[in-house]
T-cell receptor, first 114, second 115 residues
């Protein structure tokens, strides 16, 4: 039962253009969402997050949009750079007695073409 | 300085063996985690642990056991390794803050191959 879904396994974008990565979720109890970025042979690194009380959060070239009614969020990268090429994971925390375990999507591999 | 480190980076072993993966964090965090990334690339939580309690994902076989000698370490011990245990295992840590979610910092992963 995938509670966090990333339906696009890969995405290719030209350098300088916008990259849009999508994520859907099924658990209406989720109230916080995160994007992690992962390079090969490295662990995931936190990129940006959004609380369910907001519909947008921006940090430099990265913006996350949340549509609660559609249970959908997206990560926009503008302008895309070759160094952005990585796997991007959408995630949401499940609270369990004060410890927050992350539920991850399957990831989308972004390739930014110079 | 590496914030969350894991050893070994690669581990190749025979079915039936017992092995341990070590994790250390120098961030002063209260909570540590183990995640498994399987062949289908799903990253799934296995355990979360702080000085108060261990929370185990119910799908994790009891051959897997986390051991924490102190707050900065959470090692993963695996008994009677099976072929299906082959995966990348990630350690992570975060600050304990009760009701507020805190960023989790991940280690580089340990690639386990069971032959």
């Amino acid at each position: 039962d995938q509670q966090v879904k990333q339906n696009s396994p890969s995405l290719s974008v030209q350098e300088g253009r916008i990259s849009i990565l999508n994520c859907d979720y099924t658990n209406s109890m989720f109230d916080y969402f995160l994007w992690y970025k992962k390079y090969p042979a490295e662990g995931p690194t936190f990129l940006i997050s959004i609380s369910s009380i907001k519909d947008k959060n921006e940090d430099g070239r990265f913006t996350v949009f949340l549509n609660k009614s559609a249970k959908h969020l997206s990560l926009h990268i503008v302008p895309s750079q070759p160094g952005d090429s990585a796997v991007y994971f959408c995630a949401a925390p499940n609270s369990g007695a004060g410890s927050y375990q992350l539920t991850f999507g399957k990831g989308t591999k972004l390739s930014v073409i110079p | 300085d590496t914030a969350v480190s894991q050893t070994p980076k690669y581990l190749v072993t025979q079915m039936g063996n017992d092995k341990s993966i070590k994790c250390e964090q120098n961030l002063g965090h209260d909570t540590m985690y183990w995640y498994k990334q399987d062949s289908k690339k799903f990253l799934k939580i296995m355990f979360s642990y702080n000085n108060k309690e261990l929370i185990i994902n119910e799908t994790v076989p009891n051959r897997f056991s986390p051991k924490s000698p102190d707050k900065a370490h959470l090692n993963l011990h695996i008994n009677s390794l099976e072929l299906g245990d082959s995966a990348v295992y990630f350690c992570a840590s975060s600050q304990e803050s009760g009701s507020q979610w805190e960023t989790q910092y991940f280690g580089p992963g340990t690639r386990l191959l069971v032959l």
